[in-house]
């Protein structure tokens, strides 16, 4: 057994080398609690208040009307798509429809006014913002270098109805030239994305306790193992359990559904490796950036619960799967940081994390570091998105990246996959619910 654990040391401590940037976090799974009696546990409201300066009456209410919001977006978005130009929240909660001047904009505005929302005008349609996306997509992708890599990827501004640029904040990207199809877009400097995941773990031994969202784990194979946060549990399109995570938490992803997939491990909060509970049935990294951890018969029923939780705190209960909206309310779990809150700020977007694509993601103003990865973006009490990047992962204190990127104009920010795109992937695929 001793030389067993010194394997597992030995390859644990080059596992980081295998990101982009070190990642950690997380810890010990109590057992299975029940839905908790009041709507929301007790850590997320601290974070709620702290980070939101709303009570939980609101933030429920809020994430409710954006919810909403989105299902009337989508079906105006479908009757008019060249007035349609975006819908969001404002700080104040407020629904409010962006509206130009394109074919059938009148007839837009009456059934938006009609249904109650406020419509605020627009010089540029969703549509053409879209397209706009589309070609600055494609110029990025063709940068020679060295500004190859120093643009992190473009992403619509849907409340200030431009196109912004992800840039990295060095003095070489002083000299970009923005083609003329860009224009109006803005360049926005930030450091560059890293991952928040895997980091070096050491082995051991842990109580085989149930596992909830937000929960640490391993995942090893012959070649070194990552730690990252626990996401949601689920079953697949046979009725098998699972957990859904991030995809870079796999060490092994073309491995994936075969007998060589990388192991997963419970991990408690001292670091050392628990009991094995499933392996990796599918990693997908990248485009939408996720894994399908197929649970062990044995160990199935540990997983059997609609739960997520910062470790030894009450949890909240999921009751359904939500979409992104600018301007709602959104709150993540992982062991690193807690519960942290913020504000979507940026919907279908396409960002650069090292070699990496992530596609059809959203954005919040969350401080996510080291090992959040993999862990539940909530909005609510639905499941939203799972944790995947952040422009201050590789920080050791929520504290320091505030001040940091403060100096800059800029906040931290986590980037995340949409649960809703991860299972329109697999077909069958479900987040619990109970």
């Known amino acids: 057994m001793r030389s067993v654990r010194a394997r597992r040391a030995a390859m644990i401590g080059t596992a980081a080398l295998l990101l982009i940037a070190p990642s950690a976090a997380l810890a010990h799974a109590e057992p299975a609690a029940p ?79 009609a249904a109650g929302y406020t419509v605020k005008d627009l010089p540029r349609s969703e549509k053409a913002l879209q397209d706009q996306l589309a070609m600055a997509n494609s110029w990025i992708a063709k940068l020679p270098a060295p500004l190859a890599g120093l643009v992190g990827g473009a992403v619509v501004d849907t409340v200030n109805n431009h196109l912004v640029l992800r840039a990295t904040n060095t003095a070489e990207i002083a000299g970009l030239q923005l ?24 082995n051991g031994g842990a109580p085989a306790d149930a596992l909830l969202g937000g929960d640490s784990y391993a995942a090893e194979n012959a070649d070194g193992a990552f730690r ?85 705190q ?23 940081t807690g519960f942290t809150c913020g504000t979507i700020n940026a919907v279908d977007q396409t960002v650069q994390v090292g070699k990496r694509t992530l596609r059809n993601g959203f954005s919040a103003n969350i401080c996510a570091l080291e090992g959040d990865s993999g862990g539940t973006v909530v909005t609510g009490n ?24 403060t100096l800059i104009g800029d906040s931290p920010q986590l980037f995340a996959t949409p649960i809703n795109a991860i299972l329109g992937d697999n077909p069958g695929l479900k987040v619990r619910t109970s």
């Open 382 to 405: 639905r499941a939203l998105g799972i944790s995947s990047a952040s422009n201050v992962g590789d920080m050791k204190y929520c504290e320091v990246a505030a001040v940091v990127t």
């Open 35 to 113: 839905a908790p009696a009041t709507p929301l546990p007790a850590g997320l409201v601290m974070a709620i208040q702290r980070d939101l300066g709303l009570s939980p009456e609101q933030y429920l209410a809020k994430a409710e009307s954006g919810q909403k919001l989105v299902g009337f977006a989508n079906d105006l978005r479908a009757k008019f798509p060249d007035a349609f130009a975006g819908a969001w929240l404002d700080p104040s909660g407020n629904p409010l429809i962006g509206l130009t001047g394109g074919k059938g904009a009148d007839a837009a505005r009456k059934v938006a006014e």
């Open 314 to 336: 009450a949890p909240l209960a999921i009751a359904g799967t939500a979409d992104p909206v600018v301007g709602a309310p959104v709150c993540k779990s992982g062991l690193t």
């Open 179 to 202: 083609p003329d199809f860009l224009d109006g877009a803005v360049l926005a400097l930030s450091p560059a994305l890293g991952s928040v995941a895997p980091a070096a773990v050491n």
């Open 228 to 312: 990252c946060s626990l996401g949601f549990n689920g079953t697949d399109g046979s009725g098998a359990t699972v957990n859904i995570s991030a995809g870079h938490c796999d060490p092994n992803r073309d491995a994936a559904g075969t007998q060589a997939a990388s192991i997963a491990f419970q991990m408690p909060s001292d670091g050392v490796f628990g009991p094995r509970f499933g392996t990796f049935a599918r990693t997908n990294l990248d485009g939408h950036d996720f894994s399908v951890i197929r649970i062990d018969n044995g160990a199935a029923p540990r997983f059997q619960n609609n739960l997520v939780r910062v470790p030894r």
